[in-house]
């Protein structure tokens, strides 16, 4: 695997100031009471790397599926001095990312930006940016299904059980059966993790391209699923391995071709349907990635 | 008529946030000191670093247990008036403890350490030091430390690491630890390994 280079600086860092609060909401919209219940779920979290804490998620004013866990946490989190980014699939300016991030600076009045090395908080559904982050800064992942054994054992009791004994057996007969039938590891996404030797986790929906960023991360890593009322999370520098077998070790995804826009050959790509003959064009899924290194260039 | 009770948060939705993102920053790198956000007095024997920790992570849903010397009416009435807090004198049921001082492992040894399917259960204990600038050095080394983290800590005794080791080995269980010293405070979550006791 290719070491990913340190992206140029850039020469001026985008960043929207703060703005007013809309008056009828509580600072990042929660209660406090909601915060305080959030914020002692988060130190449990953060103190058993990779454990799921259960927590009295609440209703917020989006559909489950589209960040209510990610959100609340950032919530939690935020505070008046934070610039904020929010990505989704890597993209600062899909449906997702811009409602949320128009939600918190209505909400918290928070500054904002779409530059990953100016953020000090970055909520995120499903990618890694591809720049490294630093300590200091918090990444917070949108999930949708907490529990990486679920769809092999639907009783909590039993995964509950599973992880208390550290029982994973099943989770590598799953990706055994995927050697047996594909010849490979077919899993390309929610890859599974052992985090500190102990528990293993879903990494949220993100490609396995990104799950060694998850490993010795200056960064707080902080999960949380909406619907499913789970909170989790990696300290920073922690120990976070991708499960695999002596003879087919874990692997991430490579393209045959660099981006069609900025020609990095190091960062994860989107396949784009170009008409309707078939053309197709690679391009950098990190849109902030993408853009600077374009910049740079011209 | 009594007196008033202390007060809380001059901005509390602003202030809390701050001072949640310090305990969040303790907890996450351990045994690095984190200045107090809001200058608080002190309370009692409460000292400015635990009432910051109880007016952030303190409600009417989190059971908190007091030591002997906290046990008294001015310091009841700040938990009462600004977090709601249930104040249980069963250790087993506390899901934060507070200590004026630090205890004895027999002083420890009741409270909660979660169980094998729920180790979030376990209280949280928030110790009361001396400073966190001067006294007995510690090495430390974990979750959250890229190598190794030194400690320095005035006011702990002499059982205190001895106990924190044994602590270590019930994990996933095990209580995590704040110190709360009057100028600042530091965490100690259960994963954090002693390399070295001075």
Request: overall charge negative; some cysteine; glycine content about 6%.
């Amino acid at each position: 695997m290719n070491e990913i280079p340190p992206k140029e600086p850039l020469i001026e860092t985008i960043i929207e100031p703060a703005t007013q609060i809309d008056p009828n909401y509580n600072f990042a919209y929660l209660n406090e009471q909601t915060k305080k219940m959030i914020r002692r779920a988060l130190l449990k979290a953060v103190a058993i790397p990779g454990y799921q804490v259960p927590f009295a998620g609440r209703e917020m004013p989006m559909p489950y599926g589209w960040g209510t866990g990610g959100v609340q946490i950032t919530a939690s989190i935020l505070t008046p001095d934070d610039v904020l980014k929010v990505i989704d699939q890597g993209a600062d300016d899909t449906t997702n990312a811009v409602s949320i991030r128009k939600f918190f600076q209505r909400t918290a009045g928070i500054a904002t930006t779409l530059n990953t090395a100016a953020a000090t908080v970055i909520q995120t559904r499903h990618r890694i940016p591809e720049q490294k982050l630093q300590e200091g800064q918090i990444l917070v992942y949108q999930v949708p299904i907490p529990e990486p054994l679920r769809f092999l054992e639907p009783r909590e009791t039993e995964t509950r059980k599973m992880h208390a004994f550290e029982d994973y057996g099943l989770m590598h007969v799953k990706l055994y059966e995927d050697i047996s039938q594909h010849g490979h590891i077919a899993t390309t996404y929610a890859y599974p993790v052992m985090v500190e030797n102990h528990y293993v986790m879903d990494p949220s929906p993100i490609p396995k391209f990104d799950n060694p960023k998850m490993n010795n991360n200056p960064a707080l890593q902080l999960f949380g699923a909406g619907r499913e009322k789970r909170i989790y999370a990696i300290p920073p520098y922690t120990k976070v391995v991708s499960l695999d077998f002596e003879d087919h070790p874990f692997e991430i995804q490579a393209w045959d071709q660099p981006c069609e826009i900025c020609g990095a050959e190091d960062s994860f790509l989107d396949e784009v349907i170009m008409d309707d003959q078939g053309t197709r064009m690679f391009v950098c899924s990190d849109s902030d990635y993408c853009q600077s290194r374009s910049e740079v260039q011209s | 008529m009594n007196s008033l009770p202390a007060t809380g948060f001059p901005n509390p939705s602003e202030d809390a946030s701050h001072s949640f993102r310090g305990l969040l920053t303790a907890m996450s790198q351990p045994a690095s000191i984190q200045p107090l956000t809001t200058q608080l007095p002190s309370v009692g024997k409460l000292n400015p670093a635990s009432c910051l920790i109880a007016l952030t992570l303190v409600d009417h849903e989190s059971p908190v247990w007091l030591d002997d010397d906290l046990d008294d009416e001015t310091v009841k009435q700040f938990f009462k008036f600004n977090c709601s807090a249930p104040l249980i004198k069963q250790q087993s049921k506390a899901m934060l403890a507070f200590f004026s001082h630090c205890p004895s492992p027999q002083g420890l040894a009741n409270f909660n350490k979660g169980n094998a399917s729920y180790p979030d259960a376990s209280t949280t204990l928030i110790i009361q030091v001396k400073s966190l600038s001067s006294g007995n050095a510690v090495t430390l080394t974990g979750p959250g430390i890229q190598t190794e983290q030194v400690l320095k800590v005035d006011g702990l005794n002499k059982y205190f690491w001895a106990w924190f080791k044994t602590n270590q080995t019930i994990f996933p269980l095990g209580n995590d630890v704040i110190l709360a010293a009057p100028d600042c405070l530091a965490a100690l979550p259960r994963t954090t390994k002693i390399v070295e006791v001075s």
